[in-house]
Nanobody, 124 residues
Framework: QVKLVESGGGLVQAGGSLRLSCVLS????????MAWFRQAPGKEREFVAA????????YYADSVKGRFTISRDGAGNTLYLQMNSLQPEDTAVYYC?????????????????WGQGTQVTVTS
């Protein structure tokens, strides 16, 4: 059974940084797209960033472009999201997701496996 477990969330002041991790077990990164989504209270889950297979292309929401970086540990099983210059509007639960196939989508409907989420809170 494929499983994703996120970690690294926390409380940070505006302008600070956090690095989220997502450990994949029971599967691989081969021929799938890995992504991060987030959901703030009272809002729909939104796309943040994605990394295609074999990792040649990255995709970002306009709201995080230039501040967030998605990556993975080479041949390992961990996906990362480096978040810099955090702002209060970045406050949300962040989810790691694995796609159904090798095609990039920025819709949550394209992803079949989800982690439990990790809370990120940015104070002003």
């Amino acid at each position: 059974q494929v499983k994703l477990v996120e970690s690294g969330g926390g409380l940070v002041q505006a302008g600070g940084s956090l690095r989220l991790s997502c450990v994949l077990s029971g599967g691989t990164f081969n021929k799938v797209v890995m992504a991060w989504f987030r959901q703030a209270p009272g809002k729909e889950r939104e796309f943040v960033a994605a990394l295609d297979w074999p990792g040649s292309n990255t995709y970002y929401a306009d709201s995080v472009k230039g501040r967030f970086t998605i990556s993975r540990d080479g041949a390992g099983n961990t996906l990362y999201l480096q978040m810099n210059s955090l702002q209060p509007e970045d406050t949300a639960v962040y989810y790691c997701a694995r796609s159904k196939d090798a095609y990039y989508r920025n819709s949550q409907h394209g992803y079949s496996t989800w982690g439990q989420g990790t809370q990120v809170t940015v104070t002003s």
